[in-house]
């Protein structure tokens, strides 16, 4: 396939040596226009490409969240990763929305929904997959070697994401996602609402189903906060433990007692989860 | 003097393994209830007292710009410092306000306003010196060994409150400071209307002119992105770093090619920032 694409600077910032940029771009997956953000780390100078690391955020964030807070950079510029951050929903005024924080713009989940009104725009599953990475690839000086991450909703959807692909990603990791969101409140509006009422089309989005049934494992790190005031209904890191254990799926998990839900959570350990990917991306 | 001071907690956020805090009180300097964070790092539950940075932020922040955007606590955790970020103005519905970003709320100038409608609340230089750090080391867990930085305006207060109070702060530093308010834009517009049209009541408050008549030396750093949009028409540091060259000053001033006048400059730096600091704090 070829495509051609037509991305627009929108905000530039030197950052640890490298650069944070902003773009926008009319995305034909998603039928509407989408902002992202990329960190550069230094080392692309050298003419080198450098691995990718892409970040989902959580709900209500956009490419911003996480490139303001997470304080990446300094590992990224360091390790000679670069970082994608995309929004977490399409957006604009022909998008469908709901009142709540937690459906529609902001609250894509990352799947293809299958109802009207959704279907016609909310199809992240694919921008992330497919035309996000071939947009980055064909644009900046990257390899193909692709590491991805999140939070909350976006580490859902990175390891959904990754345990559906295992082929495209060298490693997956997590900051308090939706570990089982076919049984947790967030996960059942959003995927009734875009994938419909028969929840045999859930389980393809559900990370503790997906660990339990995998086939082809790749690495995997995800960190929870102790005093996460989601961690009981909304997260249900034992749920992914447990399909881990049954699989023998290679998860490292670690709550951290006393850490929030917070990007003062997320900061506080980012560095790990760049670490933790440099070694499967460099291999 | 004794002042019994109520605070209320607002917000707690564990951060390598110290705690961002939240905090309301009601100030009788400023006449209305301010809000300020502070970091505490991991090495209070030793039971040792440890020193404190204060940062003072730029027009529009409030408390939570710097506690979120520049991965401060990281090296306060590593290095056992306090960070205090108090709000840039007194706030609240009775407090005399302006349309424009750099005046009014948001935009305090850490003067002591004479002027009327001003003088009521706007007296933020006294809440810096004095109030602030008698109700926080009355607080918390810290010392009276105190340094003191902050960013644009913040830089602007932070390195003026040093310099008149050299007794009180082992060290002061800056990124992007307003060098010399009284020939700038911002400056111009906020003394006049703060502290009157006589320019001879501005001079203390200018960061050039302290630098250049100072006495007593206290060891400073500035740092300056090259490719900040206010750096010639607001921002000055060439004024600065003569005045400290006809003084002696021990000023260690660097611009940084690339950089512009976002919290992404000061990430990429604020570890210098502090390691400077807590040689001095120290001591």
Redesign the interface.
């Given at each position: 396939m070829t495509t051609s694409h037509v991305i627009e600077n929108v905000s530039v910032?030197?950052?640890?040596?490298g650069w944070?940029k902003q773009y926008s771009h009319q995305s034909t997956t998603l039928n509407c226009t989408m902002k992202f953000a990329i960190y550069l780390p230094p080392k692309i100078a050298s003419g080198e490409k450098v691995p990718v690391l892409y970040w989902l955020s959580g709900l209500t964030c956009t490419d911003e969240n996480f490139m303001?807070?997470s304080?990446v950079?300094?590992i990224a510029a360091e390790l000679g990763i670069a970082i994608v951050a995309p929004d977490t929903s399409p957006r604009g005024e022909g998008v469908a929305n709901d009142d709540g924080y937690d459906l529609g713009q902001g609250a894509g989940f990352y799947v293809n929904a299958t109802q009207a009104p959704w279907n016609r725009h909310y199809q992240m599953y694919d921008y992330v997959v497919n035309e996000l990475p071939q947009l980055i690839e064909s644009t900046f000086p990257v390899s193909d070697k692709r590491a991805i991450s999140g939070h909350s909703m976006g580490g859902h959807g990175a390891l959904t994401i990754a345990m559906l692909n295992p082929e495209r990603y060298s490693s997956m990791s997590a900051f308090s996602p939706i570990c089982n969101p076919i049984n947790a409140p967030w996960g059942k509006k959003a995927f009734s609402t875009y994938l419909g009422k028969d929840k045999a089309n859930w389980l393809n989005h559900d990370a503790s189903e997906l660990m339990r049934r995998a086939t082809q494992f790749i690495p995997a790190k995800v960190d929870q906060?102790g005093?996460d005031d989601f961690l009981t209904e909304q997260l249900q890191p034992e749920t992914l433990e447990a399909a881990a254990q049954a699989n023998d799926y290679p998860l490292e998990l670690c709550i951290?007692e006393?850490?929030?839900h917070?990007?003062?959570?997320i900061?506080?350990f980012i560095e790990e989860h760049l670490r933790f990917h440099a070694e499967h991306l460099n291999k």
């Open positions: 910032n030197k950052s640890f040596g944070h303001q807070k304080g950079q300094r906060g005093a951290h006393g850490y929030d917070s990007y003062y959570f900061s506080s």
